[in-house]
Nanobody, 125 residues
Framework: QLQASGGGLVQAGGSLRLSCAAS????????MGWFRQAPGKEREFVAA????????HYADAVKGRFTISRENGKNTVYLQMNTLKPEDTAVYYC????????????????????WGQGTQVTVSS
């Protein structure tokens, strides 16, 4: 089970930190990701991190503004979002794969078998 939290309403240029707590099974050998979906648009990749190692990936749209991190002892992954823009407005979902995902598939939502409920992020201009 994945529980996402931390969304809210923020002005452009502001920051938010999303959290995703994993429970019920272990993803220690796998990959955690964040995706987002804006109204009328397809779900898109935001960032991903492996539970072990230093492999981190970002979508071009968020590079330099968002940071994904993990706290293994708490089975929690974070998404620090800075310099938010109105176009970042979306429902943000955390996702997990129990096994390592190859790099070429890490941004594909079908690579992840477990999903959180989503948390709304709204950025006002």
């Amino acid at each position: 089970q994945l529980q996402a939290s931390g969304g809210g309403l923020v002005q452009a240029g502001g920051s938010l930190r999303l959290s995703c707590a994993a429970s019920g099974r272990t993803f220690s050998s796998g990959t955690m990701g964040w995706f987002r979906q804006a109204p009328g648009k397809e779900r898109e990749f935001v960032a991903a991190i492996r539970w072990h190692g230093v492999s981190i990936h970002y979508a071009d749209a968020v590079k330099g503004r968002f940071t994904i991190s993990r706290e293994n002892g708490k089975n929690t992954v974070y998404l620090q979002m800075n310099t938010l823009k109105p176009e970042d407005t979306a429902v943000y979902y955390c996702a997990a794969a129990p096994k390592r995902i190859i790099v070429s598939a890490i941004s594909t939502h079908t690579s992840y078998g477990y999903w959180g409920q989503g948390t709304q992020v709204t950025v006002s201009s």
